[in-house]
């Protein structure tokens, strides 16, 4: 699948021209918590949702279509049997930098998933999970290893949040699809109110 999101450095540049105060690793985060919560924001609201997050008065257009493009990019891979969705984090050579950004990633996912405000009962093993993404968001930089070990350490923990949101997000679909009525003809999901 072609991926027609924006990357993390043009979205970073986007979201620095708004003034916006929020890194593309967040944002995506907060998308991704919000869509694995079940909700499909409205428009307005999205509009307003993503303008907090990014502490912004209003969304600029074109940055709106960059995220407008980036929740689609996401929702469709996250609901993909092929399980390709990946996390925006940044590709800088600075393990640090690197490890910052999945903690950011992780306090977006947190933040969005409460947003979308999921009402169902979660099974153990995704409860775990967030609260395992709360750890990782509070990650400490001076405990970091700058070495191959802890280069590898980053890969594994990238993975188990990759995995973890998956996990989440088909959980989540899985409830609510059972809990919906079978005459009802909603055709999306929960809109976050």
């Known amino acids: 699948m072609k991926n027609s999101a924006p990357d993390f450095h043009s979205l970073a540049n986007s979201i620095v021209a708004a003034g916006g105060a929020a890194d593309p690793s967040e944002t995506h985060g907060f998308i991704c918590g919000v869509l694995a919560a079940g909700a499909r924001p409205d ?43 990946q996390l925006l984090l940044s590709d ?39 609260r395992d993404l709360g750890a990782i968001a509070q990650v400490d930089e001076t405990e970091l290893d700058d070495s191959e070990e802890g280069e590898n350490q980053l890969l594994q923990v990238e993975e188990y949040v990759r995995v973890a949101v998956l996990n989440i997000f088909t959980e989540v679909a899985a409830v609510q699809e059972s809990s919906r009525p079978a005459t009802t003809g909603d055709e999306g999901g929960p809109t976050v109110h």
């Open 43 to 85: 428009k307005k609201r999205w509009q307003q949702e993503l303008a907090t997050q990014l502490d912004l008065e209003a969304v600029p257009a074109e940055l709106n279509r960059a995220l407008i493009e980036l929740a689609q990019e996401s929702q469709a891979r996250l609901q993909d049997s092929d399980f390709d969705f």
């Open 92 to 130: 800088d050579p600075d393990l640090t930098a690197r490890t910052l950004t999945l903690g950011h990633w992780c306090q977006g996912f947190l933040h969005g998933f409460g947003i979308g405000n999921f009402k169902g009962k979660l099974q153990p093993t995704s409860e775990e999970a967030l």
